[in-house]
């Protein structure tokens, strides 16, 4: 078995170069569970059908490489991945914006990096996503426009720490959205810490021999949907929806054998929003949560750290 799957792994990553950049190119494939524990909405009026309705949710990921290539000094790379969310309700009310028990999301993300000198470099991250139920047919509707685009420098005699500024830049559904965007890639002299920080996660971790990493992780986690086949309790037509969480808490990665790893992580899910908007990009229903906590597993093939 251990034959076969470096024999696939090694197929599927031909090309790929052997220095990466960033954790997201880091885990190059893998599948990760995340369970989070019960819940409910907050500030809902008693006439609101999921007035305490509890709720969990579970999300699986599935993610391989996008085989890298040059053109010229320019650099492509990236990965693509696909997410399921499930959603568990203690009531079970129908034709409900809320009773959707899963959102499908495919999201590739696809990283164009070019030196323009000794340690500046330009770069453009593209993330196209597709996030439906899936109850209708496809329509550009059901797509988001995602990137980031700007120049990183290294720092230091070993080039262990680099860091990159530019706008992040997001079409969706109609309306255009731009905030700064900043991200930190550092290695310790020693090679005992790392620290990566980019939109929309945080690592930092220390290495305990050559198998063994602890540390801290986080995400922002969001899936933008369209919703434009329901309505809201109120009667009032909805065209999409946001749901949103801050992920934060404790890792632990262990090297299984070769470049396979098994990450643990478990925390606390807070800032929890569900968001129905209209057309006009208002809010029409803004639900709120308590603190989730939740666990995470995640088996991965990692390229160089």
Known sequence: MKKVLSLVLLTLFICLPNKFYAQLITDGAGVGVTVNGKSSFENVSTADPYYGNKFSYNT??????????????????????????????????????????KIQEIKPTIVVRRPIGKRWTAFGIFIPTIASDFKSSFSMDDMVYDGIFGVSRKF????????????????SFGKILITPAISVDYKSNNGKWFAQLYWPRVNVFRNLGNNTQIGIAGSIDWTLHNLQNYNNYEGTAIDYAQFSAVHGGLQISQRLFDGFWLQLQGGLAFANKYTLYDSNNNSITDYKTKEIPYAKIMLTYRFGK
Request: net charge positive.
């Open 60 to 101: 699986y990921d599935f993610w391989l490489p996008i085989p890298s290539f040059k053109i010229g000094k320019t650099r492509i790379l990236g990965i693509i991945n696909y997410r399921v969310l499930n959603f568990t309700f203690d009531k079970n009310i129908e034709n409900s914006p809320n009773y959707i028990t």
């Open 156 to 171: 230091g005699k070993k080039s262990n720490l680099e860091i990159g500024i530019g706008p992040h830049i997001m079409y």
